[in-house]
């Protein structure tokens, strides 16, 4: 399952899938720990009316799941025929506490007076495997508090006259043949069990007696902690403060933060606006108050593959940050310039990726090629990262930022990538490419090494460092004069090639969307530069439209996700903007427009947008939502906004 709406308040993130169930839950960074047991089972909710009972999730109920437009607040909708119910959710993460609140709206949608009793699941995972977990109900003041160490959830809620839960269950989750206390609600009634310890999980009732055609409301709140302290402040705030007062100041917060995009907003088309603020929030959404910029917090994909996408690579981050600094947000930019800063190698590059907490990530790049001793690092993610300093330099013109990372950062990256150059090809060293799959000196990452190290140049020259900025650009124009070896003679860009030891090159000869993309928007080439212009013709006849969707494939031969061996790839949304973004650029205006409907329209109803999606039938596929698609989607409309 997707995460169609997405919560965070900068600590606390949470994602809903497509049933409107919490099926993850990451404290205290965004995207590090997941405290669910999101790979097997999600927070379930369930309704018992006159003697009937139903989870929501069993197939029987309309679910609709949605994101507001200017807001990170989620409207879901569950409604069944079968109950003559309904319930309406508003979902946030509150701003001043590290809470998940549901606010939730229950309708009697028959004629006649109805018992209903609503029922919430909770199913945390906070040690590893839910070994050492401990549940436990708290008397003095009504909640549930499921801890280990100094992690502390605290689970609570009223109903509209201000009443508690009146029964509560709490048992063994997956562990000793137990299936979870959730299955003690079927029967209408909950056994009250105190506590329970090793994989835990607990449930909640809530009884209303509903007249016919009426409703009541359920604000029920997750606090995460520290400590029991902690959470029993915001939970007696929460006992007592109206919560609709909260909502107010939610809503209001993320107004206010998108307030400075709000001229150049105005200019874009009616239409087009709800998926551009809707992205803004979910790429805000998935940024770390400490700087990290995750990737995607969907933790369904490592049920297909062995690892999340709950890590910050530098290079998706500063694409994640490129609509936001073009819009004048620029906090987190700031903040992430500060997360890479404080995790560069003392020699002057990224890694693969980072944990939110700043250690290294998990990687599948080795040490050693051919038996030779290299660095498992891909390039283009520490020219990225110089280079998008030079954008925010460029829209912000905050000549101090540019000052206190020049000598903690620029310098150190900017030298790095000067020298790491192969003398006999006056070209980058080999690394890995953004795809993140092939060892070589790929086209993409030259040019935007060419890129960062003219960004570098630039502000070497703001800060008065001339001798600096000469090494630079010097470096730049040696690459620039290698470039030719990395075109093909039937008139593309190669995906690029290894030198090997005898000093001949081992050339990859794969069409690939990023080895037009790296010239176009970091080779600073005239648009209609012959080489540009012909591995442009190849891009449209061997990689747009080759599957029956359309869209845009990363490479010939692409297998990730690929299950119809029949096509070529997987359509992905970021390599069918990164064509549309050319077309806006030459003036190929429906082209493009029709390029962004295309992605927009493989959407969910709350705007998130997946990795990529099936050739045949168009089903998401990968992660959703993966911010680096919501990235290229706002930089894709403000382009085709501009005069």
């Given at each position: 399952?997707?995460r ?20 993850d ?24 009316v ?51 609140i549901r ?19 909770q ?15 708290v ?12 992690c ?32 003690d ?17 607990s ?9 016919g ?5 359920i604000?029920y709140?997750?606090v ?6 902690d ?24 107004q ?8 150049q ?50 290079r ?39 944990q ?68 006999a ?7 890995y ?14 040019f ?89 013709k ?5 990689l ?48 493009a ?51």
């Open positions: 399952m997707a169609p709406v997405v919560l965070s308040n900068g600590q606390v993130f949470v994602g809903l899938d497509e049933n409107g169930l919490v099926h839950f990451y404290y205290p960074y965004v995207g590090l720990d997941n405290l669910t047991n999101a790979r097997s089972s999600q927070h379930k909710i369930g309704v018992w006159d003697g009937q009972f139903s989870w929501t999730d069993d197939g029987t109920w309309q679910i609709s799941v949605d994101l507001e437009d200017d807001a990170l607040i989620s409207n879901v909708q569950m409604k069944s025929d079968k109950l003559g119910i309904t319930i309406d959710f508003l979902d946030f993460i509150d701003i001043e506490y590290n809470a998940l606010c939730m709206k229950i309708t009697n949608e028959l004629d006649n007076e109805r018992d209903i009793r609503v029922f919430m699941h199913v945390f995972q906070i040690s590893r495997a839910g070994r050492a977990d401990t549940a436990l109900f008397p003095e003041d009504n909640y549930i508090l499921d801890y280990k160490g100094r502390c959830l605290l689970i609570a809620g009223k109903t509209t006259a201000g009443q508690t839960f009146d029964q509560y269950a709490v048992g063994n989750y997956a562990v000793e043949g137990k299936v979870g206390t959730f299955k609600a079927e029967d209408g009634e909950l056994s009250d069990n105190p506590v329970e310890h090793g994989g835990v999980d449930v909640l009732r809530f009884r209303n007696v509903t007249q055609k009426d409703w009541f409301g604000d709140w997750v995460a902690a520290n400590s029991q302290t959470a029993q402040i915001a939970h007696t705030y929460f006992k007592y403060y109206p919560i609709e007062k909260r909502i107010d100041s939610v809503r209001k917060h993320w206010d933060w998108l307030s400075p995009a709000a001229k907003l105005k200019r874009i088309p009616a239409d087009a606006l709800p998926l551009t603020t809707k992205s803004l929030l979910i790429i805000k959404a998935h940024c770390d108050d400490r700087g990290s910029v995750l990737a995607s917090g969907d933790s369904n994909i490592f049920n297909y593959g062995r690892d999340y996408y709950c890590y910050c690579w530098p998706d981050a500063a694409y994640a940050i490129w609509p936001l600094i073009r819009l004048g947000i620029y906090d987190e930019a700031q903040h992430f310039f500060e997360f890479a800063r404080d995790t560069m190698h003392r020699d002057g590059y990224l890694m693969h990726k980072y939110p907490d700043r250690a290294i990530g998990s990687t599948w790049h080795p040490l050693v090629h051919n038996r030779h001793k290299e660095l498992a690092i891909q390039e283009d993610e520490t020219a990225c990262v110089i280079y998008m300093i030079g954008e925010y330099y460029k829209y912000s013109q905050d000549k101090t930022l540019v000052m206190n990372f020049y000598h903690t950062f620029i310098k150190p990256c900017a030298m790095f990538i000067a020298n790491f150059i192969d003398e090809t006056d070209l980058p060293h080999a690394s490419d953004l795809w993140e799959e092939k060892f070589l000196t790929s086209t993409y990452t030259t935007t090494v060419i890129a960062g190290l003219e960004a570098a140049a630039e502000m070497a020259t703001v800060v008065e460092h001339p001798d600096d900025a000469v090494v630079w650009q010097r470096a730049a124009e040696r690459i620039r004069g290698g470039m030719d070896k990395l075109y093909h003679p039937d008139g593309y860009y190669r995906k690029g090639f290894l030198l090997q030891p005898d000093g001949s090159l081992d050339y990859d000869d794969t069409l690939d969307i990023s080895s037009f993309f790296g010239p176009f928007m970091f080779g600073q080439l005239e648009l209609d530069d012959p080489k540009l212009v012909s591995t442009l190849h891009v449209e006849e061997r747009l439209n080759s599957s029956p969707i359309g869209g845009v494939i990363r490479y010939e031969n692409d297998n990730y996700f690929l299950t119809k061996h029949q096509y070529k790839g997987n359509p992905w949304i970021v390599c069918t903007l990164w064509l549309a973004q050319y077309y806006k650029a030459v003036g190929r205006v429906e082209e427009t029709k390029l962004l409907e295309w992605s927009a329209d493989r959407g969910f109803p709350s705007g998130a947008l997946s990795e990529q999606f099936d050739p045949d039938s168009g089903l998401a596929l990968g992660v959703t939502p993966l911010v680096w698609s919501h990235a290229e989607t706002v930089n894709t409309v403000l382009d085709l906004s501009k005069d």
